[in-house]
Structure formats: C-alpha cells, structure tokens
C-alpha cells in the first residue's frame, strides 16, 4: 500500500527560481540611478534643479510670496537638507521622486506570475519608508513656515 501513495505523481511548480537578495539590490540600484537620469532631462542644463529662479517681469501673471521661518524651523531645514544632500525645497522633491519611482519601476517590472519572497517585499517597505520618513520630515519643517504680507 506505501507503494501506491509513493508512486503517486508530485504536483509541479511553476514558481520560478527565488532571486538572490543581491540580485534585487542590483535592480533597486539600476532603478533608482534610472529614475535620477530621468529627473535630470526634466532639469534644465548646467542648473542640477537647485538654481534661483529667474526674477519676474513687472507684468508678470504670477505671483510673489514671502515666508517667515522661525529659528526652529531653519535649523530643522539645515538638517534635513544636509541629510539628504540637497540644496533646497526642490532638492527634497526630487529626492522623495527617485525614491517613489524606484519602488514604482521594481513593482512594475515584476512579473504578474512571479512569486514575491518576504525579504523582497521587505525591501520595498524600507524604500517606502524611507520616502514617508522624508515627507513626513519635511512636513514638520514647512509646517512651521509662516506667510508674511509684503
């Protein structure tokens, strides 16, 4: 009877082969330096998206705006500058961008039959961290950032 149950036939996987978590840090580099490549065709030449903007013409349809930031505020905003390597508000943007796209670009290259492993979805949670953890940073500096009249 042991006979019977043995000669039995296994079901078959199709899973493909689990990806070495070297494999996927490769990708999630070659994304993020794709979505870096494509910030920069977005920026305009020689200006590396933190130049000063142009001063307005006179009969210029925008509009002017002043801010006030505390000392708090400032010295929050030096950090976090700092700590992400930009230069400006802008700079923040484009950094919350890359880490979005990357994630987005790794999502969307994944085949709809691929079995995804803990350890990958992990990977993809600290990335996304990464970019709540700078939003939400930024938010608690430019929340303190106060209008002013001219």
Same mark, same amino acid.
């Given at each position: 009877m042991s006979h019977h149950q043995s000669a039995a036939p296994q079901p078959q996987s199709s899973t493909p082969p689990p990806q070495r978590p070297s494999e996927l840090a490769e990708r999630i580099e070659q994304f993020q330096n794709a979505a870096r490549a494509l910030l920069a065709v977005y920026e305009p030449a020689g200006q590396g998206g933190c130049a000063p903007a142009a001063r307005p013409s006179p009969d210029s349809p925008g509009e002017t705006r002043c801010y006030y930031f505390s000392p708090g505020a400032v010295q929050h905003e030096r950090k976090l500058l700092e700590h992400y390597h930009a230069e400006d508000f802008r700079g923040l943007l484009a950094r919350t961008y890359m880490?979005? /796209? =990357?994630?987005? +670009?790794?999502? +969307?290259?994944? #085949? #709809?039959?691929?079995?995804?492993? =803990?350890? /990958?979805i992990a990977s993809l949670g600290c990335l996304l961290e990464q970019t709540c953890s700078l939003v939400l940073r930024m938010r608690n500096v430019y929340d303190r950032v106060e209008r002013v009249r001219p």
């Open positions: 880490l979005l /796209a =990357g994630v987005v +670009k790794i999502m +969307k290259s994944t #085949h #709809h039959d691929v079995r995804v492993k =803990g350890d /990958a």
